[in-house]
């Protein structure tokens, strides 16, 4: 009795002993560095579809050291948008759907980038859509329509942000007042890199790298420019003693979901989980990073149903099942690690996020 006991204890050891020891998180580091990503469109759904085509292998979000529920109703919608989320982690006010960087009265309201450089830091902005889309907007422009194009690409002329990349020239260069800000921007000391392999081989700031008229092209077609302009812009930002503040998105996660095409938001969300690991290494390798990683919402009202409701048989498949082809109003996992990842726990705001990284990287 004493010994099946002990067995099956033993076996219960076994059964939860992780694969590889969980780097903790350090206590007693300041942050200097915050590396904020965000997957566009990244609900809970979304990551366990990933697990599941991983066949439970162990993916960068099982490295998260911390993680917290987040809410993201908008001040006039229980369903955002990507522009009204942006600038509730970007400002820490939540405002109506559609606005980028101001209150449902259109007052503009100080964002954490424009915040950072007040301080001396570095600043970076990656994205895989084009820069004057709503993600990025929210953390650079201060407009009450998203869809301001043009508008928005002369905030971020005049952004003085150190690394730019994504897509989105035809708003710089190809405008209907006829400005080319991106010579304008050039004449200012920006570095302009025209491809992704150029913006890989830039060793100075500031940077803008801009690779596509409009939008990128989706994952796979997209390579692994990503994960390595992920590096390249943590590398570069590194040079600032201070600390940087970098804010890097899968943004078309979101587009797949829309579309309801699984075979493309697994793409995009093996894609997204690459450059996640890389700065999680990133962190291991320099003192005082701080890496969230959370969704602005989620798109599709995915969840994942088996093709069986007979659960006394063995799984005879399972379904990825959209409920929608907008966004949902369902919670997003926030994911942290690294310095002070222990303040992120139980229910926030999306607005907490900004809070906690004014907090912990810029003082109160
Ligand atoms: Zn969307």
């Given at each position: ?82 522009g009204?989320?942006a ?12 606005h980028v960087g101001v ?27 084009h820069l004057a889309d709503a993600t990025p907007s929210g953390f650079v422009a201060h407009v009450s329509d998203r869809h301001e194009s043009d508008r928005i690409a002369e905030m971020f002329a005049a952004s ?8 989105g020239?035809?708003f710089f260069?190809?405008r ?5 800000l ?183």
């Open positions: 009795m004493k010994r099946s006991f002990l067995l099956l204890f033993c076996a219960v050891l076994l059964c939860n002993a992780p694969v590889e020891a969980q780097r903790k998180a350090p206590k007693s580091e300041k942050v200097r560095n915050v590396i904020l990503m965000i997957g566009d469109g990244m609900g809970l759904g979304q990551t366990a579809a990933l697990m599941i085509e991983n066949n439970y292998e162990p993916l960068a979000f099982d490295r998260a050291q911390y993680t917290a529920v987040c809410k993201t109703y908008s001040a006039n919608n229980r369903i955002t948008d990507s009204a989320s600038t509730a982690m970007a400002t820490g006010c939540k405002t109506a759907n559609s209150l449902p009265d259109g007052t503009a309201v100080a964002n954490l980038t424009e915040l950072a450089q007040a301080k001396g830091l570095a600043t970076g902005i990656v994205v895989t859509s003085k942000v150190d690394v730019l990349a994504g897509g020239r035809q260069n190809e209907e007042d006829g400005r080319d991106l010579q304008e921007m050039q004449n200012k000391g920006y570095l302009y890199a025209p491809t992704p392999e150029d913006f890989f081989a830039a060793d100075r700031l500031p940077v803008i790298g801009l690779f596509a008229p409009k939008y990128m092209e989706r994952a796979p077609r997209r390579g692994d420019y990503l994960v390595k302009a992920t590096e390249h812009t943590l590398d570069l930002l590194a040079r600032n003693k201070k600390g940087f503040f970098a804010m890097i998105e899968g943004s078309q996660i979101d587009g797949a979901c829309h579309g309801n095409d699984s075979q493309e938001m697994i793409a995009e969300m093996h894609d997204f989980e690459q450059a996640v690991g890389r700065a999680f290494d990133f962190a291991d390798a320099h003192r005082g990073t701080l890496v969230l990683v959370v969704a602005d919402h989620e798109t599709g009202g995915l969840t994942i149903l088996s093709n069986n409701r007979d659960f006394t048989a063995s799984e005879s498949g399972i379904e990825y099942h959209y409920s929608t082809t907008s966004h949902s109003g369902t919670p997003v996992v926030l994911y942290a690690y690294g310095a002070g990842a222990y303040n992120f726990s139980g229910v926030m705001e999306n607005t907490d996020i900004f809070k906690m990284i004014k907090a912990l990287l810029l003082g109160k």
